[in-house]
């Protein structure tokens, strides 16, 4: 099943600097979930300013136990990064 998720930072002074501090980490694991084949589609989400604000991924998790397994170990959440966390089901549009 695809999984489309929006994560929107913390908005705390901190928290652009706790984002860079482990961006290497959240970008190594999503190039390992991409070279599997389970991301299919991310980046950043933008302010006006351009300053990243959260992330939009596009997961293909055979199982609810694989999205949860990345949930359980994806930086971003373990060091607090991000705020709130909206993921839901997706299914492409044939065209």
Request: hydrophobic share 45%.
């Amino acid at each position: 099943m695809q999984y489309l998720v929006h994560a929107y930072d913390h908005t705390d002074s901190d928290a652009l600097s706790r984002r860079m501090a482990v961006r290497a980490d959240h970008l190594a694991g999503a190039a390992r979930l991409k070279a599997g084949g389970q991301l299919i589609l991310a980046g950043a989400l933008l302010n006006t300013d351009n300053q990243m604000i959260g992330s939009m991924m596009l997961f293909n998790f055979e199982t609810d136990e694989q999205l949860r397994n990345w949930q359980a170990n994806e930086p971003y959440i373990q060091r607090g990064v991000w705020d709130k966390i909206d993921i839901k089901p997706f299914r492409e549009a044939v065209l």
